[in-house]
């Protein structure tokens, strides 16, 4: 499995972006897209997840109400939506793949597959 990462750039605060992971390879139909973020200096943390089969969500609630995550099921290709960024939402982006997919897990170390991180960076 291999997951590509896109989408980042730079936006001036409450501005918007839309980051996209495409999965390739052999995966099923019950697994987990999680995105997570690192901000230079801070650990690796969790900001949402969506479960591909039926598209349950999850989120952090540093973004719940600012950040959708969905999916393009034809695509294979899952979304973050990012509105109304912040200075403190500046951090590198990954999408991971969790192939158990039971759970939203919010821990990194449960997910399979990570893809390369693409860099977000809000102005203030």
């Known amino acids: 499995v291999q997951l590509q990462a896109s989408g980042g750039g730079l936006v001036q605060a409450g501005g918007s972006l839309r980051l996209s992971c495409a999965a390739s390879?052999?995966?099923?139909?019950?697994?987990?897209v999680g995105w997570f973020r690192q901000a230079p200096g801070k650990e690796r943390e969790f900001v949402g997840a969506?479960?591909?089969?039926?598209?349950?969500?999850r989120y952090a609630d540093s973004v719940k109400g600012r950040f959708t995550v969905s999916r393009d099921t034809a695509k294979k290709t899952v979304y973050l939506q990012m509105n109304s960024l912040k200075f403190e939402d500046t951090a590198v982006y990954y999408c991971?793949?969790?192939?158990?997919?039971?759970?939203?897990?919010?821990?990194?170390?449960?997910?399979?597959?990570w893809g390369q991180g693409t860099q977000v960076t809000v102005s203030s």
């Open positions: 991971a793949l969790d192939l158990g997919g039971v759970v939203l897990s919010v821990r990194p170390e449960l997910y399979n597959y």
């Open positions: 390879g052999r995966t099923s139909s019950s697994y987990v």
């Open positions: 969506i479960k591909w089969r039926f598209g349950e969500t």
